[in-house]
C-alpha cells in the first residue's frame, strides 16, 4: 500500500472544477493535503483528466486555485486529484490553510484568544 507523504484532513469546503471546456462542475473537498484532494460531485470524472479546481476556503477570500490537478481516481460519486501546479502565492495560502488544519483545537483555542 502507497504511503501519503503528507496529512490529509477532512473539510467541507465549497469547490468548482474545469478542464479545457470539456467538462465543469460543483463539488465539496472533503479531503484535502498540500499535494492533492478528494472531491465529492454529481459530475463522473475520469481518471487522467486534467482540471483547474477553485477552493472556496471562505466567502470573505477569493478561492484558491490550483491551475493543474490530474484526476486519479473515480469511485461513488467522488474523485481524487493530484496538484501538479500551482503559482507561488496559490501554494502559500493552500500551505496557510493546511497548516490551519493541522493545529490542535486547544491552539486554534489559544491562538483566537491572543488576537483579541
Known amino acids: 500500500m502507497e504511503q501519503r507523504k503528507d496529512n490529509r484532513f477532512p473539510v467541507g469546503f465549497r469547490s468548482s472544477f474545469s478542464s479545457a471546456n470539456i467538462i465543469?462542475?460543483?463539488?465539496?473537498?472533503?479531503?484535502?493535503?498540500?499535494?492533492?484532494?478528494?472531491v465529492r460531485s454529481l459530475i463522473e470524472v475520469n481518471p487522467g483528466t486534467v482540471l483547474q479546481i477553485r477552493?472556496?476556503?471562505?466567502?470573505?477570500?477569493?478561492?484558491?486555485?490550483?491551475?493543474?490537478?490530474?484526476?486519479?481516481?473515480?469511485?461513488?460519486?467522488?474523485?481524487?486529484?493530484?496538484?501538479?501546479?500551482l503559482g507561488a502565492e496559490e501554494w502559500a495560502r493552500l500551505r496557510a490553510v493546511t497548516t490551519e488544519l493541522e493545529k490542535e483545537p486547544y491552539q486554534k483555542v489559544k491562538d483566537a484568544g491572543e488576537a483579541a
Do not use: K, Q
Request: net charge negative; aromatic share 8%.
Open 24 to 38: 465543469s462542475g460543483d463539488g465539496t473537498l472533503n479531503e484535502l493535503s498540500l499535494r492533492g484532494c478528494r
Open 55 to 85: 477552493v472556496h476556503v471562505s466567502d470573505r477570500e477569493s478561492p484558491i486555485v490550483i491551475t493543474h490537478a490530474i484526476v486519479r481516481w473515480y469511485r461513488d460519486g467522488s474523485f481524487g486529484c493530484e496538484f501538479v501546479n
